[in-house]
């Protein structure tokens, strides 16, 4: 009996914790859904109005006037561009460092490595470069120097995901001839669907967020989202309902992506850290 | 004729051909190309390679004291964050390993920060902080509470970057001690409970020691990742107000940028390189333990 009621009152404790921590996630992003839906009179109101007649005019405003269509075209060209670029290659490269030890410890902590760089260390050259060379401003320049920590961050993640598979299925297509090509492509790849998923979803999202590199080295024809919301602070001083509309264009497309693909989502971020 | 050690040894090569070549491109040579520099008098003003000053922009450096402020205020909010965001994490993903409904909803909100771009996040966060239109404030009024100048006052800035900071990673410690704690076997505890070991005992001599290559990944990862903070100073507060959230990335892009000394940046750089590499090298050993030997 006493055991049964310390059983409720912990489980009652768990809810009203969960709750809260639910609420404090929760709560702001639905705020700023509420304020990118206030006309800019009701977005400053304070105290805040919880009712008002929703209007459209931010979002108008974003897509009309200040061109928010084209940074959306750019986010949507550059992290689809990433991830079709590095999740072949970081494919093929993960399964050389499972499979075949290529290079050895070093090569492939050399590789692990350099998605720990914090940005700003190669920013600042690969800037002052593709300024040299007039590689600034354009598509190709600003997703290479996104692979710079993008293409690693996916060999380590696939390289999770190939552990997995029992080596028993490609030696026995080893001893029926198969090459090592045609076992990779047509064994290996097939059973590592959800691992390739993973990588590109978590790819696309990354890129998507990807601000620094952004920053310095796009420009007019290629400025993403998250480049042109910071931009919109200083030059307008805080719109908050086109700041609000702006940010919700940024943030809602991925949080619903990861809900949709949640299960492969938490797959390719747990492998490396968890699963032995 | 081709043994088969050979062919795959040849294929290995092939296939991590495009990996290391892009790599060597995007980031070997801009870090050789940096090291270079930041031996010579090299500017953005004037980038040339004339003025080879051998060590001096390191002396230059060390003897800045705004350096030593931006990494004192690095290193605070670091290891500010990562333990708080440790003990709330894990304590979260406790309560969602029990045996609770609605796990799936509690576990998909409390999740969502982490796919939310920083920038986004520090709009929304410099928004609702404002010293005057805040909700915020207006929240803490109701409540009689004094309002605060989150963002506008130095003593109480880096606080606020470090409280929304929490906000937005505390996901990837839930997400990852949550996916720790679901593969613990399940043994251990049950035969300490025969043995009539309580809920508390259980959690530090079981739970606490099967999870702890985990924990030290998790909070490795956060430790390396949170030196690299960026995206959160440079939409909240720019460094300010003076320089008290200059945290050591904005302070290094600031140094290039409005300093207009690029070579002492990069000089600053590779101070930064040899803390990061340090971390790394711990992380890779407690990983290696398990994984990759």
Redesign the interface.
């Given at each position: 009996m006493g055991l049964k009621q310390n059983k409720n009152i912990s489980n009652i404790f768990t809810y009203i914790i969960l709750s809260v921590a639910s609420l404090l996630i929760l709560l702001p992003i639905l705020w700023v859904i509420r304020t990118s839906f206030a006309s800019e009179l009701i977005a400053y109101e304070i105290p805040p109005k919880l009712f008002f007649v929703p209007t459209l005019k931010n979002y108008i405003e974003l897509f009309g006037r200040l061109g928010f269509g084209s940074f959306l075209k750019n986010s949507l060209i550059i992290a689809i561009g990433c991830t079709v670029v590095s999740v072949p290659i970081a494919a093929l490269g993960g399964f050389a460092f499972t499979r075949y030890r290529t290079g050895g410890t070093t090569l492939k902590f050399s590789v692990l490595a350099t998605q720990m760089l914090p940005g700003i260390i190669l920013v600042l050259p690969i800037f002052v470069i593709f300024n040299t060379i007039h590689f600034t401003n354009t598509y190709i320049g600003i997703i290479l120097a996104i692979l710079s920590f993008n293409l690693p961050f996916l060999v380590w993640l696939l390289m999770g995901f190939f552990e997995g598979i029992p080596k028993d299925i490609e030696d026995a297509a080893a001893v029926d001839g198969a090459t090592p090509w045609s076992t990779f492509f047509r064994i290996v790849l097939p059973i590592t669907v959800p691992g390739i998923m993973s990588a590109s979803i978590l790819s696309f999202i990354l890129s998507w967020n990807e601000f620094l590199f952004a920053l310095l080295l796009t420009g007019n024809n290629t400025k993403t989202i998250t480049v042109s919301l910071s931009a919109m602070v200083t030059h307008r001083g805080t719109l908050i309902g086109i700041l609000s509309a702006g940010t919700i264009i940024a943030i809602i497309p991925m949080i619903l992506l990861s809900i949709f693909v949640k299960k492969y989502l938490i797959e390719g971020l747990t492998f490396g850290a968890v699963k032995g | 004729m081709k043994t088969?050690a050979q062919?795959?040894?040849r294929?290995?090569?092939f296939?991590?051909s495009?990996?290391?070549l892009?790599?060597i491109?995007?980031?070997l040579?801009?870090?050789i190309?940096?090291f270079v520099?930041s031996f010579f008098n090299y500017t953005?003003v004037d980038?040339s390679f004339d003025r080879f000053i051998l060590f001096k922009n390191y002396s230059t450096i060390f003897q800045d004291t705004y350096l030593w402020n931006s990494l004192k205020i690095t290193l605070i909010f670091v290891f500010t964050v990562v333990p708080l965001e440790f003990v709330l994490g894990f304590?979260?993903a406790l309560?969602?390993n029990?045996n609770?409904r609605?796990k799936g909803?509690?576990y998909?909100?409390?999740?969502?920060?982490?796919?939310?771009?920083?920038?986004?996040v520090g709009?929304?966060?410099?928004?609702?902080l404002?010293a005057?239109?805040g909700?915020v404030n207006?929240i803490f009024s109701v409540f009689n509470l004094p309002s605060v100048n989150w963002l506008g006052s130095n003593k109480i800035a880096l606080l606020t970057i470090i409280l929304v900071d929490i906000?937005h990673q505390i996901s990837?410690m839930i997400?990852?001690l949550l996916?720790?704690l679901k593969?613990l076997p399940k043994e251990p505890f049950e035969s300490a409970k025969i043995d009539g070991a309580s809920n508390t005992q259980s959690f530090f001599y079981i739970t606490l020691g099967l999870m702890r290559?985990?924990i030290s990944?998790?909070i490795l990862?956060r430790v390396?990742?949170s030196?690299?903070t960026?995206?959160l100073v440079?939409?909240m507060t720019r460094g300010g107000p003076g320089v008290s959230t200059e945290l050591?990335?904005y302070f290094?892009?600031k140094k290039?940028f409005m300093g207009m000394d690029?070579s002492q940046?990069?000089a600053i750089?590779?101070v930064?390189?040899v803390i990061?590499?340090v971390?790394?090298i711990f992380?890779?050993r407690e990983?290696?333990g398990?994984?990759?030997d």
């Open positions: - | 088969l062919q795959k040894k294929t290995g090569l296939f991590i495009p990996t290391v892009i790599l491109l995007v980031v040579v801009p870090l190309f940096s520099i953005l980038p304590f979260i309560l969602l029990r609770i609605f909803l509690f998909t909100i409390l999740t969502i920060p982490m796919v939310m771009s920083p920038v986004a709009l929304i966060w410099k928004m609702f404002h005057d239109l909700i207006y906000w990837f997400l990852i996916a720790g593969s290559p985990v990944v998790a990862i390396i990742f030196f690299k960026y995206d440079y939409t050591i990335s290094i892009y290039t690029f940046a990069t750089s590779y930064l390189f990061i590499m971390i790394v992380l890779f990983m290696s398990r994984k990759w």
